[in-house]
């Protein structure tokens, strides 16, 4: 409770006859304070918890190639609208459990594949990259949980529809502290720079089994189950989107149970290019280390130096 409010309480009190002891005084004052938290709180709850949603393609059931998530190709449209009706079965879950303010990013390839006119109208949409924080651009610590569609495999995993990480035609691995990281990880450490918890998580079997052993009791959906790189196997389509909106209902009713993922400090980063002139390059930064032919390093106790650090070797190309 903020201070002048707590002054105007104890005069109250104080004015309050006959108080003859302290104690009594004491013991109204937290009465005060119990019931006018109560009603801030109840104020508070109205408005629902704010559910930050980042989305990628990958992990959409039913996409398997390129055909469908890159923009050039035929079945790019198809792809789209795929991965818009998932955004809107988890913003729909999200609502009949009472969330308040909802933001989606998209995050995938150009950042321009959700279909804004199909998008639920409950749902801010962020759309295109270059952004500060990449796939997490908008969180902050006034969320409470968020929430991944899409999410794919982390680049190396055996058996994994479409698994890359980051940015597949340059990026082998991404480590911090010696652990190798899927997108779904580094973003989950992000969330909980801010305190935020990942509440559910939508993939293939990978995802699904990574983001129970890593995120604890988070809900997740199976989208698929990847047979190969290119091919997988998915429910129908309207099925995936009832499981999506259940979970993510769920997901928003037990947001107190999940506690956010944290990497502990320092960080030590370690990335893997695809090839040598890269980290070559970047090892020409001061504060950066090169530990191998196509690895570079350095340190820090802020994930969202990482991130910016990422950011800006994204962006470079991007013009
Ligand atoms: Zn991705």
């Not at 190639?65 to 955004?87: F, I, N, P």
């Not at 947001?255 to 993922?261: A, G, L, T």
């Not at 802020?302 to 991130?307: Q, R």
């Amino acid at each position: 409770m903020k201070k002048n409010r707590r002054k105007v309480l104890i005069r109250v009190v104080k004015s309050m006859v006959p108080l003859r002891s302290s104690s009594r005084r004491f013991f109204l004052l937290v009465v005060l304070c119990l019931a006018v938290g109560g009603i801030l709180l109840a104020g508070n709850s109205k408005k629902g918890p704010s559910i930050y949603i980042s989305v990628d393609m990958e992990g959409i059931g039913t996409i398997v190639s390129s055909a469908q998530t890159s923009s050039s190709q035929w079945e790019y449209s198809r792809g789209r609208k795929l991965m818009t009706a998932e955004v809107n079965a988890a913003i729909q879950g999200c609502l009949e459990a009472g969330a308040g303010k909802i933001v989606v990013a998209d995050s995938h390839g150009n950042a321009q594949n959700i279909i804004p006119e199909e998008l639920h109208e409950a749902a801010l949409l962020i759309r295109s990259f270059p952004r500060p924080l990449l796939q997490m651009e908008g969180i902050n610590e006034t969320f409470d949980g968020v929430i991944f569609i899409g999410y794919h495999p982390k680049e190396g995993t055996p058996q994994a529809n479409l698994s890359h990480t980051l940015w597949g035609s340059k990026i082998f691995e991404l480590k911090i502290n010696g652990i190798a990281l899927s997108e779904a990880m580094f973003n989950a450490a992000v969330a909980g720079h801010f305190g935020v918890p990942v509440i559910m998580v939508a993939g293939d079997q990978n995802v699904v089994a990574e983001s129970r052993k890593v995120f604890g009791n988070v809900e997740t959906v199976q989208t698929k189950t990847s047979l190969g790189w290119l091919s997988a196997m998915s429910p129908h389509p309207k099925l995936i989107c009832q499981k999506i909106k259940e979970a993510a209902k769920r997901a928003v009713e037990r947001i107190r149970e999940i506690k956010p993922y944290r990497i502990k400090a320092p960080l030590r980063m370690e990335l893997t290019f695809k090839h040598i002139y890269d980290a070559e390059a970047f090892a020409y930064l001061p504060w950066v280390e090169r530990v191998g032919g196509k690895t570079i390093a350095f340190e820090t106790n802020n994930i969202l130096d990482i991130n910016h650090f990422l950011t800006a070797l994204f962006s470079i190309n991007k013009r």
